[in-house]
């Protein structure tokens, strides 16, 4: 926390450069309140997890288990791969979940939207997403869900949100998020 700022880690469960859960990370970060400071950081590098890499952890490893205990926070948002989560978020939350009993991720307030190009709001990936947190012990934002569809249609040419009430959405979610944070984090 920063001046009465939090600090928030965005993991985007996409690879693509034209990825539109990117562009809502982005568009998020147009709209969110002034105690919310949300900051990608890059899943695209980690190797696979592979325990036996841990006696020499790959410095991609490092750094990104090094960038989440910064946070104060941790925002997901994920499209849907076959109705689960993509594999790129999966081995980074696995990452930082390790060594076992030093996961970065413990006790750290998180939220989780989904958005897909589909009609479904990716629930399916959002709540497998969702299981995992439990086990991290990450205490999740339950409400206002946020399952987001036709992801095509949802950004204007200049990356903002091309509806009013998505914005409207957004910003609730996001200023939830951040009560959230302020009720459930570690003083
Ligand atoms: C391997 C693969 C599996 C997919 N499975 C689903 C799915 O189960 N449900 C869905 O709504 N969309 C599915 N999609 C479509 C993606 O959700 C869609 O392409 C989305 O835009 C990807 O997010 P991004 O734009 O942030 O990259 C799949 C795409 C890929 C590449």
């Known amino acids: 926390m920063t001046n009465g700022v939090f600090d928030v880690a965005v993991l985007v469960g996409s690879l693509r450069k034209e990825s539109f859960n990117l562009k809502l990370a982005k568009a998020m970060q147009q709209v969110a309140p002034q105690n919310l400071k949300l900051e ?3 899943i695209r ?8 890499l841990e006696a020499d952890a790959p410095a991609a490893w490092t750094a990104f288990r090094d960038a989440i205990r ?20 999966k081995n980074a939350i696995d990452v930082g979940s390790r ?16 958005l ?14 969702r299981q995992s947190l439990v086990f991290l012990d990450m205490p999740t934002l339950q409400m206002p869900e946020l399952y987001l569809g036709g992801a095509a249609k949802m950004f204007d040419a200049d990356g903002s949100f091309a509806q009013d009430s998505t914005k409207e959405l957004i910003v609730k979610f996001l200023t939830e998020f951040a009560s959230w944070i302020e009720t459930t984090r570690q003083k």
């Open 70 to 89: 910064s946070k104060d926070a941790v925002l997901f948002l994920t499209p849907e791969y076959n109705r689960s989560v993509p594999g790129a978020l």
């Open 40 to 42: 990608v950081v890059e």
């Open 45 to 52: 590098e980690l190797p696979l997890y592979n325990e036996d």
């Open 116 to 129: 897909t190009g589909g009609a479904l709001g990716a629930f399916g990936a959002n709540h497998h997403l």
């Open 99 to 114: 060594p076992y009993g030093k996961s970065v991720f413990t006790k750290k307030p998180a939220a989780v939207a989904s």
